[in-house]
């Protein structure tokens, strides 16, 4: 009875406050504007095609359309643009985290990585 007592709290706590307690910058979300931020891709960028954002850790599209952000030649996909902002004062932590992401991807895939 305990454990469910429990769960039910956890449950309804999680529901009413639907903040993202695994990202991992501790980003806060509020007061993102569902505006697109989008950055015109240059001739010869290359769209990474990362769906987990580097910098909050949610899952691209879920709080609107994606940010496209265009760092040495590759496009990157953010959730919002308060994390374009983040990108931007860190933008090698951030694009190196997104290729580590998409090797393991492959990896998982069986695809071979090179």
């Known amino acids: 009875m305990a454990q469910f007592f429990l769960m039910l709290v ?12 695994f990202a991992e910058e501790g980003h806060d979300h509020t007061g993102a504007s569902d505006a697109a931020v989008e950055t015109i891709p240059s001739e010869g960028t290359t769209e990474v095609g ?4 580097p910098v909050s850790g ?3 599209g879920e709080m609107g359309e994606a940010v496209k952000y265009e ?3 590759k496009i990157y996909n953010l959730c919002c643009p308060m994390c374009k902002k983040d990108f931007d004062k860190d933008p ?3 694009s190196k985290k997104v290729e580590d992401q998409m090797v393991e991807e492959q990896t ?3 695809e071979i990585v090179q």
């Open 71 to 73: 760092y040495n030649g």
């Open 10 to 21: 956890l449950g309804l706590g999680l529901t009413l406050f639907p903040q993202n307690i």
């Open 50 to 53: 990362n769906m987990i954002c």
């Open 92 to 94: 090698e932590k951030f």
């Open 58 to 60: 949610e899952k691209v």
């Open 108 to 110: 998982i895939e069986g």
